[in-house]
């Protein structure tokens, strides 16, 4: 087990106006109307072709969470506190027989990073983006969230905090070297989520960015890959839908 003491103190968070957030039941749940308290970009836009759209939202996670150790690869990691869905995950794969060289066929072996392919999936200045749905969801961390570095910013699926540390801590991945084996070809340069590899002991943070911290495991939303935690330790994992 990774430990890992923060420079600086984790701060409380304040609730944001535009999500409500309760603990009943041993559940902590954050509901909200989908739609962020700050500015999004343009919806539909060059890389994205949905509108957004106001959701109906309750994201109830464990509020006493139980960490088991084994990493569990999980698409919807979490929630913010003000109510967005947070999801680095995509379900988008090189394709080379679709206009936009990706879809949700698998076969290539190659899955688009929502943070290295920001612009073939038209995030905005936030990170984020929408899906078919036009739900609202962050792929790495927005700046409104940033300003609140060292407090919390969300829950994990599992129950546990998600704090944004920036580059105060270093990830366990690296990019591979060389060139990719297979089409599309081309360096490993971040566009897809095979082009790193997790390198444990080389970074301060395990593989799914999160740490030992006064004897609580914490998840953290840093500056480079993974940027939010792809997987989750902890013994409960609620699915979102």
Not at 106 to 132: C, F, I, Y
């Amino acid at each position: 087990m990774i430990r890992f003491v923060l420079a600086f103190s984790i701060l409380p968070f304040a609730a944001l106006a535009d999500s409500s957030i309760t603990v009943s039941n041993n559940s902590r749940c954050v509901t909200s109307d989908g739609l962020p308290d700050h500015k999004t970009g343009v919806f539909p836009n060059r890389g994205n072709p949905h509108a957004i759209s106001g959701q109906r939202i309750q994201f109830c996670v464990d509020a006493t969470p139980e960490y088991d150790g084994r990493a569990k690869e999980v698409r919807t990691i979490g929630i913010a506190i003000n109510g967005i869905i947070i999801r680095p995950g995509t379900a988008d794969w090189y394709d080379a027989s679709k206009p936009r060289k990706h879809s949700r066929n698998p076969a290539s072996g190659w899955r688009l990073d929502g943070m290295g392919a920001a612009e073939a999936l038209g995030l905005d200045q936030n990170n984020a983006h929408v899906d078919h749905r036009g739900l609202y969801h962050y792929h790495g961390i927005a700046n409104p969230l940033a300003d609140l570095s060292g407090s919390l910013i969300g829950w994990a699926a599992d129950g546990f905090e998600i704090h944004y540390i920036g580059n105060k801590a270093q990830p366990s991945y690296r990019l591979q070297n060389g060139n990719r084996s297979t089409a599309p070809g081309g360096g490993h340069d971040g566009t897809y989520v095979q082009d790193w590899v997790f390198a444990a002991g080389s970074g301060n943070l395990d593989e799914c960015n999160g740490a030992m911290v006064e004897g609580t495991y914490t998840y953290f939303a840093t500056d480079s890959f993974p940027f939010f935690p792809h997987c989750l330790k902890g013994k409960t994992i609620t699915q979102f839908r």
